[in-house]
């Protein structure tokens, strides 16, 4: 628990710091390439970590089933969305 609250107070003394604008840009473009490279680690392990898993790769064939069936109702569903938003808005802003 109390790593959770120095990752928490470390997040907002950096917010704040940035909201100030007391982070020089220099260091910001440092910071955003430490990100990434934490970001990139972080995905490895956690991509090894499930790789280890017995459990996780018995049921690979299922759990990719339902990826893609998410990922196909999902971009279906956004498809038809801007679709029908397209239509009622899209003709109230071509009419001016």
Known sequence: M???????????VGGFLSYKGWI?????AKIDKLQ?????????VMGMRIGMNDRVLEAFAQIG??????AIFTVA?????????????GKRKEAN
Do not use: E
């Not at 109390?2 to 928490?8: F, M, N």
């Open 24 to 28: 020089h840009k220099n260091l910001s």
């Open 77 to 89: 569903g956004s498809v038809f969305m801007v679709h029908i938003l397209l239509k009622f808005f």
């Open 2 to 12: 109390s790593s959770i609250l120095l990752y928490l107070g470390l997040l907002i």
């Open 65 to 70: 089933l339902h990826a893609v069936l998410y």
């Open 36 to 44: 990434l490279a934490c970001l990139f680690a972080l995905l490895f």
